[in-house]
């Protein structure tokens, strides 16, 4: 995903003189020969994320389009009060790119862990979050971003699913397998959805996906949870229980059940590989099977 991102932006940045990029270090090489076509369009202010988020704020306000780039941890957890300040204060938009989510890059260590960011960035003003599961989905989101002036957060992540799914942009849930009339409702959020497939085989139960978990597809889930006491099980590949909120909107005049599976809010203190934390986590198939079964059939 990480080259299809680079592709795309220089792609854009060829084509559409509003387009401006802003580093901090990270990815500096693989844009190199843009910086050189375009020194006033691609800065690297050095390992100063802070100051990465105020210069995009700054080329917002001048009407540029900014796309600023960094690890997850340092583009949102490193850099909230400037998003806060300088983005949202500021009433500018700009997209956000980031590689590194959860625990992708674990062998690194805390630092650079970053299952919180999507949660960090619900408490500022309203954000489009894209979470792609596959690279052939990033350039369609990125471009869609960089047509308009809001602001975005694109979450790449180091695995992906094996094929592309959903429809495009639009952010509706797309229907990946359904089951039988009143069956349990699986949401699988952007790489989460091979791994949610796999751990479902064999059971009878309906799993939708989606790229973009915000905006929310509040009408989709309550097209696809349209029966009498809706059993709803949400898997995501940051914090579980960040997207709970919304679920329970829409679905706030019926009863229902809701599991929602995600990375722990326990600091492990471990590092190992992202393999290993999705075990740790219980977010391999194996450990989500154990979950959903549990759940559907409590």
């Known amino acids: 995903m990480r080259d299809a991102f680079t592709r795309a932006t220089t792609g854009l940045l060829d084509d559409d003189p509003r387009t401006a990029l802003v580093l901090a270090d990270i990815s500096a090489d693989a844009f190199a020969p843009a910086a050189r076509r375009h ?70 260590g805390r630092t650079h862990m970053s299952p919180g960011d999507v949660a960090l960035l619900d408490t500022a003003g309203p954000w489009t979050v894209h979470v792609p599961g596959h690279s052939d989905e990033v350039a369609p989101l990125l471009r869609a971003a960089a047509g308009h002036d809001g602001a975005v957060y694109l979450r790449l992540a180091a695995r992906g699913n094996r094929s592309r799914h959903g429809d495009g942009v639009s952010g509706r849930l797309v229907t990946v397998r359904r089951g039988s009339g009143g069956a349990p409702v699986v949401v699988a959020v952007g790489p989460m959805l091979d791994p949610t497939l796999d751990a479902v085989a064999g059971l009878d139960v309906t799993v939708a996906y989606t790229n973009t978990p915000r905006p929310f597809d509040v009408t989709g889930l309550r097209m696809l949870a349209d029966h009498l006491d809706p059993v709803v099980v949400l898997v995501e590949p940051y914090l579980a229980g960040t997207s709970s909120h919304l679920v329970g909107a829409a679905l706030a005049d019926r009863p229902y059940r809701l599991l929602s599976l995600g990375v722990g809010r326990e600091d492990l203190h471990r590092y190992g590989s992202a393999a290993d934390h999705d075990r ?14 549990r759940f559907v059939t409590g």
């Open 39 to 108: 020194p006033d369009r691609v800065l690297n202010v050095g390992i100063r994320e802070q100051l990465m988020i105020g210069v995009a704020g700054g080329l917002a306000l001048t009407g540029l389009r900014a796309i600023a780039h960094s690890y997850a941890p340092f583009l949102v957890d490193r850099a909230y009060e400037q998003i806060k300040l300088d983005l949202d204060h500021q009433g500018v938009g700009a997209v956000l790119v980031s590689v590194g989510g959860s625990y992708d890059a674990a062998a690194e």
């Open 280 to 293: 740790w986590h219980g977010l391999d198939p194996a450990g989500l099977r154990r979950s959903v079964t």
